[in-house]
Structures are given as C-alpha cells and as structure tokens.
C-alpha cells in the first residue's frame, strides 16, 4: 500500500488530533453570498472569526454588573494565528489582507428563524469593520445579526481542524453545509433543485457561465468536492439526483455516513490513534537481537510489523526458557516463527475482535482487508491455466533480485515463505492500492 494511501487511511479512521469544534449557530451556515464568490479560505477566516468573537462575547458578558447597559464592541484575533487557520502560508500579507478586505465587500442573504417559528429573510455584509496591524486583526459584525451569533440555541458541531484539511474552496463550502446533518436521523440534507447547491458550494453564476449547465457543474465542481471530501473528513457523501420523472436532474440531496472510529490510547488531553509498531520499532528490536540485513528484508518486506513484534516477543522467551535447547540460527528461527505463527498473533487477534466493543485499529482492518486480498488472489491464481500461471511466477521472480526471494521451478520445492509474498504480490499488481472508499466500504462490512 503506498504512503498516500496509508496517510488517508490514518486521515479516515482515526480520532484526527487537530480537532477543533465550534458550536456553528445553524443561520450563520445557512447564508448565501449574493455579489461574490467566497474562497474556501475566506470561510475558514469566517469560521474562525465567528468563533473567537463568540469566545470574546461569552467572556465579556461575566464582566459586566448587573444594571450596566452592555456597550457596541469590536472583537479581535491574533493575526498570525488567523493566517495559520485560514491554511495561508505565504510570508506575503498583501493576499492575506486582500482576503480579509474583500470579505467587507460580500452581501451575505440571511436565513434567521424567528421566535415564531417563520423565517425572515435579511441581507447585510459580512464584516462592517476590518483593521489588521502589525499583531492582530479587529472586528466586528453588524449589530442586529449578533443574538443570532451569540445567542442561539439551534446550532451543530462543525470541526474546523478537519475543514482546514480541504483544498479546494468547494469542499470546504460544501462540508461547511453538510457536516451539521451528521446528527440528523435520516442522515440526509434537504432535497432542493441543483441551482441552490451550485449557489452554495460555488457562488452565484451569471447566463454566460458554463456552469449553467448541470453536468459540467457536477463534473468540475461537484464530484471533485465530494472527493475529497470522502478522502480527507470524518464523512462520506453519496449524491442523490432526482431526475423528477424526467431525463434532466432537477434536484440534489446527500447521504451522510460517519466514518467508524477506532480504539485509541488516551492521552493527557487528546487521543492518540494505535497503529500497532513502526517499521523504525521493528528494525530497532531486530539490531539488538542481531539479526542480520538477510533476514531483516525478508521479515519485513513479507511480514504484517505487527505479527513480527508478537513473534519477536515469542523468541525472546524461548531464548530465556532454559529447558530448551539453544537457538542456533536467530535470523532462521524468527523468520520460520513468522512464516508459521508461532506465537498465535494471527488466533489472537480474531479472538479479540469477535469479543470487542465495536471499535477497531486501523493496522488491523488494514491487515485484515490485505488478508481477503490476498485470499481472492489466491483463488484466481488456481483457476488460472498452467501457462498463465507460469508466466506470473516469471514476472514475480523478474522484480525480485535475490534467488532466495523467488518462486522455485519445482513445485515440490515451493513453500509458503515464497508464496504468500507471491500472492500479496498479485494482488496488488492485479487490484492496485485500495481506496479510501473501498477501505471503508470494507470496514463498514467487518462491523456487521
């Protein structure tokens, strides 16, 4: 599996560690830009001012006496930890504050719910006032839309640290929209006709725009969004069309599945995700054993990291257990214990997952997902003809240098230590890395 693959695996099943939730009020998502285009890292920069002028606000209302009339104010944030939440990196702030300056010039539409229950249309712009100095960035809203900001009771849990993983700006709006349904019931968004999602994610188009077009929006937009989406966040999205009866999509509307969450270790005050031992844990163990470069190449190009720390541990334990005859060859003797399990890693840890709570490491779906690859290699490589069987042995053997790595030509003399490499080998050339999303339709299936 490649170290791109490895890095959205750990991105999709883990307890990402730059979480960071901020308790959205509903009507602040559900604005619409009516004369722009807002970047993905304006939102950020939205997001992140909404939630530190809340923090300011909360903190400022315990200060205030009883009988005091509470008095206009701006709020304000460091400039550089701004910069660094909006994914800025350049050293250049002309952009930086061009961004910020430009969001004083986008009319948002408001959807703010009334007491009554009604909802009442307002429009008004995002920043009224804006001063960015050498160390901070001073703000504030306009006055009528701050209950809505500060006060509301109808928000969701949006997880800015995973947004600020999204590139482009139509995952970022799209996620920002979506990601408060994870709650709802039916786990769905609203149904509503395709123009109003090309309005949210993207911005509004003129009658020339070639976006006026369904298709050509859902492939340059759309389906890039939900990509990486799905690669990068705690989501995944599936596209509903409904085509009304007709052969033209009319309206859109998402299905949202939380990813699954995996066993953890705690932490002081954050999760850390058990990947099992490092390839850097293994080679250490190895050197202080003495096992030569030989047999540490072939231990870990062919064996699970983990299946080789439970069998280290098993022959440090025979090499202690004084009523058993020394070990000759360590190198050997390691390699044959893997090859056969002498430890029961592989028993075990089926025993612990059938009697688990629900939750998973990621080392082991990822194990278990190369397991029934492998198996299914295994079973087409005995369908194959003679011929085509003996023309995969020669390939395999042409990408491997070492004669000790090879597939025998005698069958007889063909054992697992050159087979099963063999048939991980084949699975990968004829399947290629797993995706994300075969990843998790996998692991959503172990769960059952």
């Known amino acids: ?207 020339k725009s070639y976006l006026q077009e369904y298709k050509l929006f859902k492939r340059d937009k759309l389906l890039p969004a939900i990509k990486e989406i799905n690669e990068v966040t705690d989501i995944m999205l599936e596209l509903i069309e409904n085509k009304d009866g007709s052969r033209r999509v009319k309206e859109l509307q998402f299905k949202i599945t939380e990813k699954p969450k995996f066993n953890s270790k705690e932490g002081e005050n954050k999760e850390v995700v058990d990947v099992g031992p490092t390839l850097k844990d293994i080679n250490d163990q190895l050197q202080k054993l003495d096992i030569s470069n030989y047999y540490k190449k072939k231990l870990t190009n062919f064996y699970d990291l983990a299946l080789i720390q439970a069998n280290i541990q098993y022959t440090i334990s025979r090499m202690n257990d004084q009523t058993q005859d020394s070990i000759k060859n360590l190198g050997a003797y390691l390699l044959k214990a893997c090859e056969q399990d002498y430890a029961g890693f592989t028993k075990q840890k089926a025993q612990s997952q059938g009697n688990g709570n629900g939750t998973m490491k990621v080392s082991d779906v990822l194990a278990e997902f190369q397991k029934v690859r492998t198996d299914d290699a295994i079973r087409m490589f005995g369908e194959m003809p003679l011929a085509d069987q003996e023309q995969k042995i020669a390939q395999y053997n042409a990408v491997n240098e070492h004669a000790e790595q090879q597939i025998p030509a005698d069958i007889e003399d063909r054992h697992n230590r050159h087979m099963i490499p063999f048939y991980q080998w084949l699975a990968k050339t004829t399947w290629g890395d797993p995706t994300p999303e075969e990843i998790i339709e996998f692991t959503m299936k172990i769960k059952k």
């Open 1 to 207: 599996m490649s170290s791109r693959t490895d890095q959205y695996s750990l991105n999709l099943f883990s307890n990402i560690e730059n979480t960071e939730i901020y308790k959205k009020p509903v009507q602040a998502t559900q604005i619409l830009i009516a004369n722009g285009i807002m970047t993905g890292q304006q939102v950020k920069a939205w997001n992140t001012l909404l939630k530190h002028a809340k923090e300011q606000n909360d903190a400022y209302n315990l200060t205030i006496k009883a009988g005091e009339t509470k008095k206009p104010r701006t709020f304000r944030i460091n400039r550089l930890e701004l910069m660094d939440k909006m994914g800025y990196k350049s050293t250049n702030r002309k952009h930086f504050k061009e961004a910020l300056i430009k969001m004083q010039d986008l009319k948002a539409t408001w959807d703010i719910l009334g007491q009554d229950g009604n909802n009442a249309w307002a429009s008004c712009v995002l920043l009224p006032f804006l001063v960015v100095d050498n160390e901070y960035v001073h703000y504030s809203f306009v006055e009528h839309i701050e209950p809505m900001l500060f006060n509301s009771e109808i928000f969701h849990h949006l997880n800015l640290g995973i947004q600020r993983l999204l590139k482009r700006d139509e995952s970022v709006k799209l996620y920002d929209w979506v990601s408060r349904y994870k709650t709802n019931p039916s786990k769905r968004t609203n149904c509503d006709p395709w123009e109003l999602w090309r309005w949210i994610i993207y911005g509004e188009v003129d009658k």
